[in-house]
């Protein structure tokens, strides 16, 4: 073992927080305290690793310093592929670092050390949610996840593919949290704070795991950080300090049964920081002897406020080796080359150490192939499957959760460029110069800036933008040149070109950050109050103004949507309007003969006996509730456009019935007088086929569907024929006049005068709603009926002007209300990322009829961002469970399907665990058959389990509900098998 | 962290007669589109005895400032010398360039400023009543003295948890030692931690 202690490794003497070797082994960061702010500085490994190089004054030793973070820097890690640096400070930040395509050294201007930075390292996201320190940051495997813990007893789980994204807030702790480790199988992240407990949460729910706390309960909040570690097997969880018999240890915790028997005994005060060797190690073969199988060991470094290190084999009972007084003051970080090897260890008092082992002492390192060979033995599957998919870190246990995952990634990549990485996020090299040499530019910067006067008189420069975020193209040269005296050259027409260019430039970039820091949309408001401004410079400096400009899109947009949405609207109700006016005469006609048959039943009612007749009893009755409501002459209705009724008696008229093929009927009244009768002709043709029949009275309405033709007549009665012209039963006499009629496979809906709604079903002769009142619906408002139907399934539907919308239950015999215009949580749900582009035939049912156009305008209003997003998700299930709840009153299995697909996708978009759970155990059913379960296995004659089927998909889709998927997939084929 | 970073500071101009204007061609570097524009000023500090001498020569705003890299030449006209105490007006004095968002100032760029007689027999006998005519101003370009502080980037009003302010470089130059005790205090705000000088 080799021991160096690189003096030139130092913050200026200020203490060094964290160290971490890069994944390509050629450089590390170190983090820590700087002289006026937190200090992170990347270092070339090379000098530490040969004496030569360190020599070699051609070879830079500091390659980049970042003075961002405002203060002490804790923690600095690097992502596993290496392209990311992530720290996490004292200013309760979180930043992420990205090299810059750069090319030259440069300077921190006005920084004492005249050190230029070799490498340009630039901050592309600060990740803000603590609300303390930010003590330790950890990547999860393959960079899915970023990991950060702090003083506030949290711990942020960030999306590492969609910065600043939060996955999730393990909350739990009650101490400072000062250590993260991942499983390296995925599984887990660990974490050990200042509450005396170490506590596992289970990556695929973000729920705790486990939580010891037994070697911890006599340890005091002394140490700095507690930076625990997993070994490179999954096996052993080391913790920091950990008490045993009064004496500090670092507790070894078994993955198996979560079991604390062993520990890491000999350090004399608390441990701060443990670190696994990346590697797995198997004794090293001998020359000669005869190669036997010796159990592959882990080896881990120990390091403690004792400022002493120990480096441990798990297949040693004692140390490997132990370093006293290698520091001045605690250690407080360790990292390891990635091959095994080398290690460098950081302490409180300024320096850093480095060990170089050799394979004598630690072993032969396994190679990746055996080492996922050991994982495969444990875990049952290579963590390699996840590494070629790079799907996530966690394992896949199903291979069918697996197929869906790697089509969600298939269909993610061709739309997926914007959301992959955090790279994405910052705008890529723009060099907005046209060429220009920026020397020229330079010449004639104070000639050509433009420069104006605000309204209140001070001088207002545009400064002169000479690169877009982070270029790399951009000469570093000119920070240490010599200044150029303006105006000794001229290079003319270059400001104009310029300025144009950056205006474009600002848009782009107000396009990305509107995109990607939602937060930032309230700076609208102070935008406004500069509006005078702005409109005072935009005359000066025609660049300027694409600003306001552009910022004033998102509400333009938003008017124009509304406005085309609100005009169909307003078409409707004038379509409506008219129509009122056009049914004006049928209505007053209708009004008149409502008084007429009133006059009549009055009659009948001196001639009669009612206490005899029953049936006449029952229907003065029904007179009494339409005088006293005197809703009839209201209720007269428009019917669909295409069946237009003539309670006034036309002379003749021909209605379209719309089926598969299009038929027509024509109506004839008073064809002709036979004795005293006046004959009415009804005359139906499709497709060269027709047939007429003679009824006596005038006929009012007449329609039909592919299975039968129903006709009105003046004298009450409703007549109803097959599609050959059969009369398939004799007249019905009606109850009361009629206002609207359908008809809908062999079912006909009449909507009489009297306010009352009455179903039959032709084929089987049986009544399904039976003079049903619209009073429920009615009392209370002054809306009439503006739209009634039949579907299909014989569902009654029923559209007021006030725009709700009822379908009447048979069942339940209830009036069920399925769309409202009005209705706040169609406004505001947002479901539209669940919904696919397959799903748009799916949605085209009686229920969209009746809604379509609401949902566009929900759709619309979910662009307002003013509802806070748990509100938005509440309102949006709400939502989509009436759809599916309406889809399923209406019978209508098609958009039953549709919204249940979409349900689905929302529950595990959003991650409603138990909503889904019941969901798919409807669907399921039970397993087993029984007597006693009134399970039914279909539903709207869709089956339940095919429809698990394709719901199962969609739940494949979120590792989080591996476990549920699995579950329903085993019992789903396990039925399937039966 | 601060969302806008200087970058370079180029002193124009110099040396350069006593009456000639300042010109700092200025490189800075915003993360985010600023919604507000920059206040730049630059202060000559007449008298290193007492802040009331300071003039400020000229203060201008700097926008529309989009995300990225810019840059541009603030000029300001040299100091009104009636207002500079005659006993100040040769020797070694301060100029700074602050840069203020929202009202806060963020950043503060100081340099030391030798304002000397080029004829070397002014500058043996000098006359009582300084002679501006003949004063030549060397800005210390190569040593400035860059003080940042915390402030609030954001609209919201929340109060500034950290407001204390950060120190500046603890090695950075020391004042002429052929002038002890004339070099002004840079810190014109009691809280600025520039009094390490």
């Given at each position: 073992m080799k021991l160096l202690k690189p003096s030139w490794v130092n913050h200026n003497g200020k203490p060094i927080f964290s160290v971490d070797i890069h994944p390509d082994g050629t450089k590390f960061a170190t983090g820590g305290q700087g002289e006026d702010s937190g200090k992170v500085v990347i270092w070339n490994m090379a000098p530490v690793l040969r004496e030569e190089d360190e020599k070699n004054e051609n070879i830079p030793k500091l390659l980049c310093q970042m003075d961002n973070h405002l203060a002490c820097v804790n923690c600095v890690r690097w992502s596993n592929n290496g392209l990311y640096l992530a720290s996490g400070g004292d200013d309760k930040l979180v930043m992420v670092w990205k090299r810059a395509a750069f090319i030259g050294p440069s300077t921190v201007f006005g920084s004492s050390s005249k050190l230029a930075n070799v490498e340009q390292w630039r901050c592309v996201m600060i990740l803000r949610n603590h609300t303390g320190d930010v003590m330790d940051v950890a990547w999860s495997p393959h960079d899915v996840w970023l990991a950060s813990c702090s003083v506030d007893n949290t711990i942020a789980i960030w999306n590492a593919r969609k910065f600043p994204e939060i996955v999730m807030t393990l909350k739990g702790h009650t101490g400072l949290v000062k250590g993260l480790t991942w499983d390296p199988v995925g599984k887990y992240i660990a974490s050990q704070a200042d509450d005396h407990s170490l506590k596992v949460w289970r990556t695929m729910d973000w729920q705790l795991e486990t939580n010891i706390t037994k070697p911890f309960s006599e340890c005091g909040g002394t140490t700095h950080v507690l930076r625990l570690s997993w070994s490179p097997d999954g096996q052993y969880l080391v913790s920091a300090h950990a008490m045993n018999n009064s004496g500090p240890t670092a507790q070894i915790i078994e993955r198996d049964g979560w079991k604390t028997n062993m520990d890491f005994v000999g350090h004399r005060k608390a441990v701060t920081v443990v670190k696994f060797n990346p590697k797995i190690f198997k004794k090293k073969q001998k020359n000669g002897s005869t190669p036997k199988p010796s159990c592959p060991y882990c080896c881990c470094a120990v390091g403690s406020k004792d400022r002493s290190l120990s480096v441990w084999l798990t297949s040693l009972k004692r140390p490997l080796v132990v370093i006293h007084d290698l520091f001045d003051k605690s250690i407080m970080d360790i990292t390891w080359t990635l091959n095994g090897l080398g290690l460098l260890v950081c302490s409180m008092d300024g320096t850093v150490a480095f060990l170089d082992f050799s394979q004598d002492e630690l072993g032969d390192p396994l190679n990746e192939e055996e080492k996922n060979a050991i994982h495969q033995n444990i875990y049952g599957k290579s963590l390699a499957i996840t590494m070629g998919s790079q799907l996530s870190s966690t394992i896949i246990d199903n291979p069918e959760m697996l197929k869906y995952q790697q089509e969600r990634q298939g269909n993610q990549n061709p739309n997926g460029a914007q959301a992959s990485g955090p790279e994405h996020q910052t705008p890529k090299l723009t060099n907005v110069l046209n060429g220009e040499s920026l020397e020229d530019i330079r010449k004639n910067l104070l000639k050509k800036q433009v420069e104006t006067r605000t309204a209140d008189g001070r001088r207002r420069i545009t400064p002169l933008c000479i690169a877009q975020l982070d270029t790399g193209d951009f000469s570093p040269a000119l920070f240490n040149s010599v200044p150029i005296l303006p105006g000794s050259s001229a290079s003319t027409q270059l400001t104009p070109q310029i300025s144009s260019d950056s205006s474009t430039a600002n848009s782009l970039v107000y396009m990305y950050v509107t995109s990607y820091f939602p937060a930032l949309s309230q700076p609208m408001e102070p935008m406004k109050a500069l509006d005078s401004r702005f409109t005072e410079r935009s005359k000066a400096t025609p660049g300027v103004t694409s600003v306001p400009l552009t910022i004033g899109i998102t509400p333009l947009d938003r008017v124009k949507d509304s406005s085309s949405v609100k005009e169909p609207k307003v078409k409707d109700e004038t379509s409506s309007d008219s129509e009122d006016k056009i049914m004006a005469k049928p209505l007053s006609m209708a009004k008149r003969k409502g008084e007429m048959e009133g006059a009549e039943v009055v009659e009948k009612r001196k001639k009669g006996r009612p206490r005899k007749d029953s049936f006449i009893r029952t229907h003065v009755m029904s007179v009494r509730i339409k005088d006293k409501t005197k809703e009839p002459s209201r209720l007269i209705t428009p019917v669909a456009v295409l069946k237009l009724p003539t309670p006034s008696i036309q002379k003749s008229f021909s209605t379209q019935v719309s089926t598969d093929a299009i038929a027509y009927l024509e109506v004839e009244n008073e064809v002709s007088v036979v004795s005293g009768a006046r004959l009415s002709q009804l005359k139906w043709s499709r497709d060269g086929r027709e047939w007429d029949t003679l009824l006596t009275s005038r006929i009012t309405i007449a329609t039909g569907s592919s299975d039968i033709v129903a006709v009105a007549c003046e004298d009450r009665t409703l007549s109803v024929f097959t599609t050959c012209g059969r009369r398939l039963i004799p007249s019905i006499m009606l109850p009361a006049p009629l206002a609207a009629l359908h008809c809908s496979g062999h079912f006909v809906m009449v909507l009489m005068a009297s306010a009352t709604l009455s179903v039959w079903d032709v084929q089987k002769q049986t009544a399904l709603v039976k003079n049903e009142s619209l009073n429920p619906i009615l009392s209370g408002t002054d809306a009439t009926v503006s739209q009634s139907f039949l579907t299909r399934q014989g569902v009654a539907v029923v559209s007021l002007s006030n725009g709700k919308t009822y379908c009447f239950n048979s069942s339940l015999e209830t009036w069920n209300l399925i769309a409202d215009k009005q209705d706040s949580l169609v406004q505001c749900a947002d479901f539209r990322n669940c919904v696919s582009s397959q799903d748009a035939l799916g949605s085209m049912g009686p229920l969209a009829l009746t809604q379509g156009r609401n949902l566009s305008a929900g759709r619309l209003a979910s662009r307002l961002s003013s509802t806070p997003h748990h509100l938005q998700q509440g309102m949006t299930l709400a939502f989509l469970e009436k759809q599916l709840a309406s889809a399923l009153i209406l019978l209508s299995a098609s958009e039953y399907r549709h919204w249940l697909l979409i349900y689905a996708r929302f529950l595990v978009n959003e991650g409603y665990e138990l909503r889904l759970r019941e969901l798919c155990q409807d669907l399921l059913g039970p397993v087993h058959k029984s007597s006693s379960s009134s399970w039914e296995p279909t539903v709207l004659g869709l089956r339940k389990r095919d429809l698990l089927t394709e719901v199962l998909p969609v739940i494949g889709q979120n590792l989080r509900f591996q476990r549920l998927f699995t579950e329903y997939q085993d019992q789903l084929e396990l039925l399937r098998l039966k | 962290m601060a969302k806008v970073q200087v970058l370079n500071v180029s002193v124009l101009?110099?040396?350069?007669?006593?009456g000639n204007p300042f010109q700092f061609e200025i490189t800075f570097e915003c993360m985010e589109d600023l919604p507000e524009d920059l206040e730049w000023k630059i202060i000559y500090v007449g008298s290193a005895e007492s802040e009331e001498y300071d003039q400020v020569l000229d203060s201008v705003l700097v926008g529309p400032v989009p995300a990225g890299r810019h840059m541009f030449v603030f000029q300001a006209d040299a100091p009104n010398t009636g207002l500079i105490p005659e006993s100040d007006a040769v020797g070694v004095t301060v100029v700074l360039i602050t840069c203020t968002y929202r009202g806060q100032e963020f950043i503060r760029i100081g340099y030391y400023v030798n304002n000397e007689y080029t004829d070397p027999e002014l500058r043996e006998n000098p006359p009582v009543k300084p002679n501006y005519t003949q004063l030549q101003r060397n800005i210390l370009a190569s040593n400035p003295r860059v003080t940042r502080f915390h402030i609030n980037w954001e609209a919201t009003m929340e109060k500034m948890e950290d407001s204390e302010n950060v120190d500046p470089a603890p090695n950075a130059m020391l004042p002429p030692t052929s002038m002890p005790g004339k070099a002004p205090p840079f810190g014109l705000m009691p809280d600025n931690s520039m009094d390490c000088l």
């Open positions: - | 101009d110099n040396p350069s007669p006593f």
